[in-house]
């Protein structure tokens, strides 16, 4: 039942929210200013912030490739070699962005406005944060070639998600640490929106999709346009026959 | 450009992930097996043993695709068949490849030779056969269904102690389960499929028997 509740229902919750806050922070903004959030000036000059950032991309890169390719990681896996590679990569980017996250909430804590600078949300998106990584690093020392066994066990339970089937036969036999690691993710989606990186991720989804969608919303525009003088036309041809008959029936 | 990249993500959204074609053997277990023996007598049709000798590939291919379009015809095979069974065939929706290697199946007495397979004890297997299971443990060589492979999850002793920590040490599984029991779990796989993406199953009657015939030296070995 708890199963259930954590790993079939929380998903789409966490889901939801996500889409809710982003609608709602996009809808108060309109358009979103810059300073929404993201880097500062001074933080973006920092060597460990870059690096942080660098490592988090990093491990949404494999991630993304680990849900995306399964069958090709399996592949690229069977050669020791290849496998180290990937795990090391894995390893490494987590530790760097655990150490340089940690390390910006230090210096930040330590800053004259420390404590109240942060909002709530980005209070607990940070916390969620840590633990994911934490609960990362731990699964990929305790339990060895994460790449290959998450390819078996994980992918499936997320494809089952993102088909609307959610099963959880696979992921109740898990260990600890990785649920750990799920829900952590899972409830990182839902506050993510409220938060200052969020903010600054709607805007450059907004600039994405005002680049991508430019010639469509031009072709649309045009067609709305001829629609609408017809359509006027049409209702003052209506209109003035009306008024005809009015004026013959008086 | 901008239109471009616009098309690009609408097509790469829009096409379909192509479907992994099945092995003979899956074929006959999941559509076949349900009416017909191989070997055993009549079920609910007629026993495919022989199936390939009786009758033309060409009017089989025919009658896998649609019986009933045979029988509309008045082929005097097909209506045989339907007087005789008092039922027709349900249309197997099959590709012309699937028919013709499960018609090749039938001609190779697959299913017979897959059964003395199964039931062949592990301690009968060939140098090679051996070999083929470690490759296979160890992931060297790609199951034919995909899929992990054993090493993902588990060590075996000595003898691949680089392998997984997420499951135990397959040290002592061939003496725990035996050739029956160890049959039956590589059947199942270690994990459900959370959504399975293919009707293939896990593992391929070969695998089973190399991967057991492996784990069974390697107990022998450490003895």
Redesign the interface.
Known sequence: MSDQLLFAVVPYMAAALFVLGCTARYMRWRRPDRSAGGLSRRDGRSLVVAATYSAFAVIAGLHLLAFAVP?DV??W??D?RRLLLLEGAGMGAGSVALAGFLAMQVRQLRAPDGWSADSPADVVAGTLVVVITMAGIAVAL?????S??S???VV??V??LL?L?P?T??VA?L?FLVRLHLFGAFALVAIAPLTRTGGSVLLSVDRLLQ??????SSVVGRAWDVIEARSAARVRAAYASLLRNDHEEN | M??L??CG?ILWILVPVASAATGPATTFSRKCTSCHTFGKGILVGPDLKGVTDRHGREWLIAWITSSETLIRKGDRQATALFEKFKQRMPDQSLSAAEIEALLDYFAADGPEADARRKQRRADTATAAEIGAGRALFT??R?LLY????C???HRLGEAVA?????GPDLSTSYARYQDKGLAALLTRGC?????S?TDAGILTDEESFALRAFLHHEMKAVR
């Open positions: 069958e399996l592949l896996n069977q020791m305790t339990y060895r070639w994460a290959s066994w390819a078996v066990t499936p339970y494809h089952s088909q089937h099963s036969t696979v036999r260990p680049w991508t969608l430019a010639p469509l | 901008k239109p990249i616009l993500l992931g060297e790609a995909g899929g992990g492979s090493f993902s999850c680089a392998g997984g920590t997420l994990f459900p499929r959370a959504v993406t």
